[in-house]
């Protein structure tokens, strides 16, 4: 079945470093690519998405790429702030009435 | 953009006593809704899948009598724990999939509930 898997964190890193965290897939058919963030104690937002191959996702600095040749959907950030410590997971899926298939979460924490 | 309420942000009850979490989608109608329960420091496992209307789809493993969904309306969604157990203690969170135009699929998270069972 369809699976994602994340590097493993927790990532530490020191503010205005560059920032990428590994996504690869493995689905049947195109599925929509998305990463949502999770702050301490709430819920997911949706952090951007591509729906299909060579698309490039990007808000609030973050960037990935859905690459269809290597199965992948990295985020990258060219200069973390210390507000960008959260949880970071990428998930596929959208399709009408199925639920997201996550990944296991990247922890980030950026320091001063 | 999309927003979605989830409502009790927290909850403690005592065990034995069921608690009821609501997920509300604000701005836009949702004919499916999604609730998920996690784990400290891990990802999202899906209990089960609430369509408008009709009985939700639970995944294998999730008891239907222990965790109760109602979906009575496009912008309403319930989760019931009954009987709670200190081993239900978790956060809940619920997801609403948005139709409209340009969001279409696109699923949006309510801010989860912390349910802690004593």
């Known amino acids: 079945g369809d699976s994602v898997t994340q590097m493993e964190g927790p990532v530490t890193l020191s503010e205005e470093a560059f920032l990428t965290i590994n996504c690869t897939y493995t689905?049947?058919?195109?599925?929509?690519l998305f990463w949502y963030v999770q702050y301490p104690g709430e819920g997911l937002q949706l952090l951007l998405k591509?729906?299909?191959?060579?698309d490039k996702g990007s808000n609030k600095g973050f960037e990935a790429t859905y690459r269809k040749e290597t199965t992948s959907f990295h985020l990258e950030k060219g200069s973390v702030q210390v507000s960008d410590s959260a949880v970071y997971f990428c998930?596929?899926?959208?399709?009408?009435?199925?639920?997201?298939?996550f990944g296991k979460g990247t922890s980030l924490l950026v320091t001063p | 953009g999309a927003v979605v309420s989830q409502h009790p942000s927290r909850v403690i009850c005592k065990s034995g006593t069921s608690v009821k979490i609501e997920c509300r989608s604000l701005?836009?109608?949702?004919?499916?809704m999604f609730w998920y329960r996690q784990f400290p420091k891990q990802s999202l496992m899906l209990m089960a899948t609430?369509?408008?209307?009709?009985?939700?789809?639970?995944e294998q493993g999730v008891e239907k009598d222990k965790f109760l969904i109602n979906h009575a309306s496009l912008t309403l969604s319930t989760l019931t724990v009954t009987s709670a157990h200190p081993e239900d203690s978790s956060f809940y969170i619920c997801s609403a999939e948005s139709q409209g135009a340009g969001t279409k699929n696109i699923q949006y998270f309510g801010a989860g509930t912390r349910l802690s069972v004593l």
């Open positions: 689905a049947t058919g195109y599925p929509s």
């Open positions: 701005d836009f109608q949702a004919t499916t």
């Open positions: 609430s369509n408008e209307g009709s009985k939700a789809t639970y």
């Open positions: 998930a596929l899926g959208g399709s009408s009435g199925y639920a997201l298939n």
């Open positions: 591509a729906t299909k191959a060579d």
